[in-house]
């Protein structure tokens, strides 16, 4: 029987990605082997209630919605994430994951949309990246970047000129709240010409940092 660890399971609205705005059901899962500088879901890293693959798909169903999105933490961490994504798909769900990209994501279902959260130097966690991951990002995955100051940016520039992540995906450019002025990275993605979007945390302006938003 497949069991998992999970923090929360909630309704919400999309705060990122290419489905900002929808009403969304998140599950969170508990755990992560990262610890990000600026990590605003540190109360997913222990705890949580052990619930079966079909508790969960009922509390999912019981939210009504048909996005979903798989979220930590790291859920890639727990062996269970894999089959509660191919039966979220199975049932008919538009089906998200929200990924560090330290993980290998190659068994990921072929149909679920992966957000793969690649790590600045700023984080502290840039050296766990597998930048392997990024061949395996397709349309309509996403590549998000979250940046703290010029350096990140430069880094991230750097990522995307090289790398060329835009061929395979949309790269998302997302400064991290509180740190940077989103106004000074549009600039600075003007003055770059930079082939990526971005993003601000919708969530955060309509809620703030209150859990399960």
Known sequence: ???LRVTEIFASIQGEGLGTGRPTTFVRL???PLRCRWCDTAYAFEGGRRMSLEEVLAEVEARGLPEVTVTGGEPLAQR???PLLEALCDRGYRVGLETSGALDVSAVDPRVVKVM???APGSGEAARNRLENL???RHPDQLKLVLAD???YEWARTLIRERRPQERCEVLLSPVHGELDPRELAEWMLEDRLPARLQIQL???LWGDEPGR
Do not use: F, P, Q
């Open 1 to 3: 029987m497949v069991r």
């Open 30 to 32: 508990t755990g992560c």
């Open 80 to 82: 269970g994430c894999l």
């Open 117 to 119: 959260d690649l790590k």
């Open 135 to 137: 061949e395996r990002l």
């Open 150 to 152: 010029r350096a990140d």
């Open 203 to 205: 969530h955060k302006l």
